[in-house]
């Protein structure tokens, strides 16, 4: 059974750059997470997909989104980046939407300089 | 939201030592996930566990839903459980995201 996996591992961007960052689901997961941790911090959740609908959003704007493709692999885009966004992105599937256990990706890590 | 307030901060462990850890949490639950996040960053779960106790080995997790808190427990800790240790719970109707407490910084000294 392959886990969660997330591409790339670092990345750094300037201010005003879009990026894309993408996570693959452990196999048999229908449901991707999305979140942003900082240093020193516990992550905060952006959205969840599931089946191809974004199925919750947190506390972040219009300039974060996402994808879910028809084999649940996920993208998140970040439009105009801002310092403030560099943090680490965790990925994190799951069987259902709910509260069913999720399970991260090692991240990805990127710096906004 | 629901806050989550994890406890202590920070811990420094003699190896072999036990410890406690207590996740606080101001609102029901529908679920809560401990999790360990070792220096490369990866979460790793520890525990799925909405009320009772379940144990893996040295460690064990106690939910008691009605008061608002788990507890996780490391017995004859060792160096590898350096890291941190996060608290995270879906609350809510439809609840579909966690939200995570600070978490306890553990090191464990040869």
């Known amino acids: 059974e392959t886990g969660v996996t997330q591409s790339p591992t670092h990345l750094i961007k300037t201010r005003g750059q879009q990026v894309t960052l993408r996570c693959s689901s452990q196999?048999?997961?229908?449901?991707v997470s999305w979140y942003q941790q900082a240093l020193g911090q516990g992550p905060q959740f952006i959205f969840q997909?599931?089946?191809?609908?974004?199925?919750g959003r947190g506390n972040f704007p219009p300039r974060f989104s996402g994808l879910q493709f028809p084999n649940y692999s996920s993208e998140l885009n970040v439009n105009a980046l801002e310092l403030d966004d560099s943090a680490l992105y965790l990925c994190a599937s799951s069987l259902a939407s709910g509260a069913s256990e999720q399970y991260f990706g090692p991240g990805t890590r990127l710096t906004v300089t | 939201g629901i806050q989550v307030e994890q406890s202590p901060p920070d811990l420094i462990l003699q190896e072999g030592a036990n410890s406690t850890l207590r996740c606080n949490f101001s609102d029901s639950v529908n679920n809560l996930q401990w999790f360990h996040q070792n220096p490369w960053g990866q979460l790793i779960n520890l525990f799925y566990i909405p009320s009772g106790t379940k144990q893996n080995g040295r460690l064990s997790a106690t939910t008691v839903a009605t008061e608002r808190y788990s507890l996780l427990y490391i017995s004859s800790s060792q160096t590898t459980d350096s890291g941190v240790y996060f608290c995270?719970?879906?609350?809510?109707?439809?609840?579909?995201?966690?939200?995570f407490g600070k978490g306890t910084k553990l090191s464990v000294i040869p």
């Open positions: 196999s048999g997961h229908n449901t």
């Open positions: 997909y599931y089946r191809e609908e974004e199925n």
């Open positions: 995270a719970v879906y609350s809510g109707a439809g609840s579909y995201q966690l939200t």
